[in-house]
């Protein structure tokens, strides 16, 4: 008996998603005593010291109370935070458990679900999961200003009339890459009004927002757009596992049909509460990763790496070469990166900003790795 074959069909062709190293786990293995995590892109300044507070003075006596499964008071705050109605936001375990229910509930088997050939692996693990048809269309050239980002043209002329769903990460993960409002609304204009568009939206608050729109500002004219965020990265919340969809309210109440009850706990909700309050937190979290980002690709450039534009929290930095015996004496060294093998590019190695004196710390290590390890 093969167990396997008990899956649904588009189980059965599955590959787990690869969340990467565990820092304590390989820390605990290699005997070191602190591990330089730059892979997950987390945020190095953490939450908001409002945040902090909260959860500091929580006693978790109500730990006995199911959280408020609606998520009231979040989506409150999160729609006065975008001036958008409560009723669009969908609350979710992370953005990660929300791509892959928007997949649930609007991809049937056969269906064909479009996403750029270096966009986020969980876009084409939702498609797969849903019984759906993935559709990866290749990406830009790598010459080009937005080297293997999305091609809006090749994007737009893979959509067909089975198409349901299309996937696009503005900024993009692991490349760093984005569109313009420019681009990103003359493609819009050609998805067909019986797909629904996911622009995933993980790195917004890291962005420069004269380069990269804001995708909730075009939903009046394109109501099957669904915008996905997440309190992970610049909130600092990655532990408490919260994120949102803003989507029309009618495609938000679809949605609620299949979301899992209680799928944000009560801690996480309050903390998100808190931390969306906290602008001026954010602003200070943009300032120091751009000014981080310059000197981190600098310094890699100046080690003779080819280093990809980027409006998130991470760049994209290729070696010339297999980067595997890079990362691997990285991590013999203490410092964990993130492989892009599984995303098709071999020579690349995905770089997490860090705080100004784990960027120091790194580019040493690295430069030491070059020129000892691999001579």
């Known amino acids: 008996m093969q167990i396997e074959q008990l899956a649904a069909p588009g189980v059965q062709r599955l590959t787990a998603y690869d969340p990467g190293y565990d820092p304590e786990t390989i820390r605990l293995q290699l005997g070191l005593p602190r591990m330089l995590e730059l892979g997950s892109n987390e945020n190095g300044h953490g939450p908001s010291a409002s945040v902090l507070e909260l959860l500091r003075g929580r006693d978790f006596a109500d730990a006995i109370r199911y959280p408020d499964a609606g998520g009231r008071k979040l ?28 997949a649930e509930t609007f991809v049937a088997p056969g269906d064909e679900v479009v996403f750029p050939q270096y966009g986020f692996a969980v876009f084409k693990l939702a498609a797969i999961g849903s019984g759906g048809l993935p559709v990866q269309v290749s990406a ?19 959509l067909s009339s089975r198409t349901r769903l299309v996937y696009l990460a503005n900024p993009n993960n692991p490349t760093g ?9 003359r493609f819009l204009v050609r998805v067909p009004h019986h797909a629904v568009v996911v622009i995933d939206e993980a790195y917004r608050e890291y962005v420069d927002e004269r380069l990269v729109p804001d995708a909730v500002a075009l939903q009046d004219l394109h109501p099957h757009v669904v915008v996905t965020r997440t309190f992970s990265k610049a909130h600092g919340l990655a532990a408490l596992r919260i994120g949102y969809a803003i989507s029309n309210p009618a495609l938000a109440s679809v949605l609620e049909r299949t979301r899992l009850t209680f799928n944000a706990n009560l801690y996480a909700q ?36 080819f280093v990809f534009p980027s409006q998130g929290n991470f760049v994209l930095a290729d070696f010339g070469r297999p980067a595997k015996p890079v990362e691997d004496a990285l991590l013999r060294r203490g410092a964990i990166v993130r492989p892009m093998g599984g995303y098709g590019l071999p020579n690349c190695l995905r770089i997490t900003v860090g705080l100004p004196e784990e960027n120091r710390e790194f580019l040493e290590l690295l430069e030491t790795v070059l020129r000892e390890d691999l001579a």
């Not at 729609?79 to 928007?102: C, F, K, M, Q, Y």
């Not at 830009?140 to 893979?158: I, K, N, V, W, Y």
């Not at 309050?270 to 600098?298: F, G, P, S």
């Open 270 to 305: 309050r903390a998100a509460t808190a931390a969306i309050a906290d602008r001026a937190h954010v602003e200070r979290v943009r300032a120091a990763n751009a000014a981080e980002r310059e000197k981190l690709a600098a310094g890699l450039k100046s080690l003779g790496l």
């Open 75 to 102: 989506r409150s705050a999160i729609g006065a935070r975008w001036a958008v109605d409560p009723r669009a936001i969908t609350l979710g375990n992370g953005s990660h458990e929300l791509l892959v229910l928007i």
């Open 140 to 158: 830009l050239p790598r010459s080009g200003a937005q080297p293997l980002g999305a091609d809006p043209e090749a994007m737009a002329q893979a």
């Open 177 to 185: 890459t984005w569109w313009d409002r420019a681009t990103l609304a």
